[in-house]
């Protein structure tokens, strides 16, 4: 098979390729380079079946050249990351709803099979734990930048399942909880790599409110494999599905545990939300996944324990010499 990976120079795009080439597939990526690297895909460029081209998901020409030279796209270009939604919001809505409607678009030509990259952010405030995948979405005002990112995401649903409906166009999409593994930046503010390298540098540990809210850690690799598993199976088309881990642990306990799993002497030092994120920045107190629909479609749940993470992570900074 020939994939067409977009954001494939990004955290979850590198990895996924790396898995596809090591079984045998063909990978073309595109990248804008915006939150992407050329380091995520130095180790992929001398690999057979390996090709990219430098560009954005909104050239709908030249999505539209990609999509042709592939069986099936992985749209994972997207404005990732809380701190660049708040800091540049015209730039979130624009590039997720933009360039998913390109590549539908180039899709529908022959009615190739489109996987689409959505996120927990959807679920909002909503506070029916754990999330399903068919329950109510609950969204904060457009006031707030914030709730820009879940809103556009959730467009890219809709026009994924509308593309399906009403174009024939094979769709399946993937909400991505909390992933984290080697290589993701902490330059987009995502929570464990900025706690690895501040415990490695020895700076604050910078949790942000009261560090009682929750999260759920997925590793990359299991993210990766769930996939490649839902783009083979034939029934998983037409479907919604949380990725994602369900073992939850509060931001200051990840905070004590990136700790200590360095070795550091590292503080813990709040910050308020206001002055981490915009006034009055509200945050999801908890965010867990319920993983029966998956499980269910792929007969695979993520099994990567939160210590394992933490230390390949922890790992992956220490190889590199520092922050990623
Ligand atoms: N966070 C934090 N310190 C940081 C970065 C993030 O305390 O340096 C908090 C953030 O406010 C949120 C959680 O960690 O409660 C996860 O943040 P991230 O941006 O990684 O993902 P989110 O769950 O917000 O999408």
Request: charged fraction near 20%; charge should be negative.
């Amino acid at each position: 098979m020939r994939y067409f990976i977009t954001g494939g120079a990004g955290f979850i795009g590198s990895h996924l390729a790396t898995r596809m080439l090591d079984r045998g597939d063909k990978v073309l990526v595109l990248d804008d380079l915006s939150t992407g690297s050329m380091e995520n895909i130095a180790h992929l460029l001398d690999r057979a079946g390996f090709a990219y081209r430098i560009g954005s998901a909104l050239d709908a020409p030249l999505v539209s050249e990609c999509v042709d030279q592939c069986d099936v796209t992985v749209h994972l270009a997207a404005a990732v990351g809380v701190r660049l939604i708040v800091e540049r919001p015209v730039h979130t809505i624009e590039t997720n709803v933009k360039a998913t409607e390109v590549v539908l678009g180039a899709a529908a030509k022959k009615q190739k099979l489109v996987l689409i990259a959505s996120t927990s952010e959807v679920y909002g405030k909503s506070a029916s734990l754990p999330f399903r995948e068919d329950g109510d979405l609950q969204l904060g005002p457009t006031t707030h930048s914030r709730w820009a990112y879940a809103c556009s995401k959730a467009l890219d649903e809709w026009l994924g399942l509308a593309y399906m409906r009403e174009k024939k166009v094979p769709v399946i999409i993937v909400r991505f909880f909390n992933t984290v593994g080697p290589r993701q930046t902490g330059r987009y503010g995502m929570v464990l790599p900025n706690f690895v390298s501040q415990a490695l540098s020895g700076q604050p540990i910078t949790v942000y409110g009261s560090g009682d809210q929750q999260r759920c850690f997925g590793h990359v690799q299991d993210a990766v494999e769930a996939l490649l598993r839902l783009l083979g199976t034939p029934g998983a088309v037409g479907g919604v599905y949380n990725i994602g881990s369900d073992e939850e642990i509060s931001i200051r306990g990840l905070a004590e545990k990136v700790r200590d799993a360095v070795g550091s002497d590292s503080p813990i030092e709040h910050i308020p939300y206001a002055e981490a994120y915009e006034a009055g920045f509200e945050d999801m107190q908890r965010r867990i996944p319920d993983l029966t629909k998956l499980e269910a479609t792929i007969a695979f749940r993520p099994t990567t324990p939160l210590t394992a993470i933490i230390a390949d992570v922890v790992a992956d900074q220490r190889a590199r010499g520092g922050p990623v």
